[in-house]
């Protein structure tokens, strides 16, 4: 292998080995981003308990719910 293949060679190593470590990367970035939709929608649910729980203990305490 002369010189040129040989650069050629080693360019086309650590163009893959680029591309690998992008590629991992961004499955990471959508591993976080999944993980944090999920934590918002969890949080929404809570809140949503939470406002549906308040209304009911208002209703109770004016007697709407007679």
Do not use: F, P, R
């Amino acid at each position: 292998m002369n010189n040129s293949q040989s650069a050629s060679y080693n360019a086309g190593q650590a163009k893959g080995q680029a591309q690998e470590k992008t590629s991992q990367m961004a499955d990471k970035a959508s591993d976080m981003m999944q993980s944090a939709k999920e934590s918002v929608q969890e949080a929404g649910s809570q809140m949503k308990a939470k406002a549906q729980g308040a209304t009911q203990a208002v209703k109770n305490a004016t007697g709407m719910n007679n």
